[in-house]
């Protein structure tokens, strides 16, 4: 009985220079459970407060990738003539393409932006905006500039991961032809899209 009833509370023959047991170690908690415990109340409270803007996110995510496209096309209406001059005395291009070019890139740039955020034909404005990126880089004389050709890696990386999420599978497959589920394939698109993202810090560094 005198074993039982001393045993849980280190009694008896014991060492009593020896180190706290078990559970005098596990009472105190360590840093790294305090940290924890601290982020867990902030998450909580971000989660709390953020209920309201939750529904809002994915279209403020997508207005954040095109928005690049939205202030270049503010720019080139701010700076009409300016651009046409650039065009036409340093791109040597005539008159009539210059304005059609810019009339071009500027509605582009705003329909196919406003369709990525609400969300309607996303593949398509996609590829609208990509070819903007590509003419504008010809149009410009900028396709062999480093510091532009990293921001737009960047933004074709963006654009990706707005094609991975609106993605769509094909009805119609060539038979005997191996197919890529839906969900791998927006997996592999937001993976390209996430490591081109890295391009524009690196354009910062040159």
Same mark, same amino acid.
């Given at each position: 009985?005198?074993?039982?009833?001393?045993?849980?509370?280190? =009694?008896?023959?014991?060492? @009593?220079?020896a180190?706290?047991?078990?559970a005098?170690?596990?009472?105190?908690p360590?840093p790294?459970?305090a940290? @924890? /415990?601290?982020? +867990?109340k902030?998450?909580?409270?971000?989660?709390?407060?953020?209920?309201?803007?939750?529904?809002?996110?994915?279209?403020?995510?997508?207005?954040l990738i095109?928005?690049t496209?939205?202030?270049?096309?503010?720019?080139?209406i701010? /700076?009409?003539?300016?651009q046409?001059?650039?065009?036409?005395d340093?791109?040597?291009?005539?008159r009539?393409?210059?304005?059609?070019?810019?009339i +071009?890139?500027?509605?582009?740039?705003?329909?196919? +932006?406003l369709?990525?955020?609400? @969300?309607?034909?996303?593949?398509?404005a996609?590829?609208?905006?990509?070819?903007?990126?590509?003419?504008?880089?010809l149009?410009?004389?900028l396709?062999?500039?480093?510091?532009?050709?990293?921001?737009?890696?960047?933004?074709?990386?963006?654009l990706?991961?707005v094609?991975?999420?609106?993605?769509?599978?094909k009805?119609?497959a060539p038979a005997g032809?191996? /197919?890529?589920?839906?969900?791998?394939?927006?997996?592999?698109?937001?993976l390209a899209? @996430?490591? =081109?993202?890295i391009?524009l810090?690196?354009?910062f560094?040159?």
């Open positions: 009985m005198s074993i039982r009833g001393t045993a849980g509370y280190h =009694l008896g023959n014991q060492n @009593r220079f180190g706290p047991g078990r005098d170690a596990t009472n105190d360590s790294l459970d940290i @924890r /415990q601290q982020t +867990s902030i998450e909580d409270f971000l989660d709390t407060y953020s209920d309201p803007i939750k529904p809002y996110l994915p279209a403020i995510g997508r207005f095109v928005v496209f939205l202030e270049d096309a503010l720019r080139i701010t /700076q009409w003539n300016d046409l001059t650039y065009l036409h340093y791109r040597h291009i005539p009539g393409l210059t304005h059609l070019f810019l +071009s890139n500027v509605v582009a740039m705003t329909l196919c +932006s369709m990525i955020i609400v @969300r309607k034909q996303s593949e398509y996609v590829g609208g905006l990509l070819g903007v990126v590509i003419t504008q880089a149009g410009y004389g396709i062999f500039d480093l510091n532009f050709f990293l921001r737009n890696l960047s933004v074709m990386g963006g990706l991961m094609l991975s999420d609106s993605w769509v599978r009805r119609f032809l191996p /197919q890529i589920d839906e969900k791998d394939r927006k997996m592999y698109f937001q899209g @996430r490591v =081109l993202l391009f810090f690196v354009g560094v040159f």
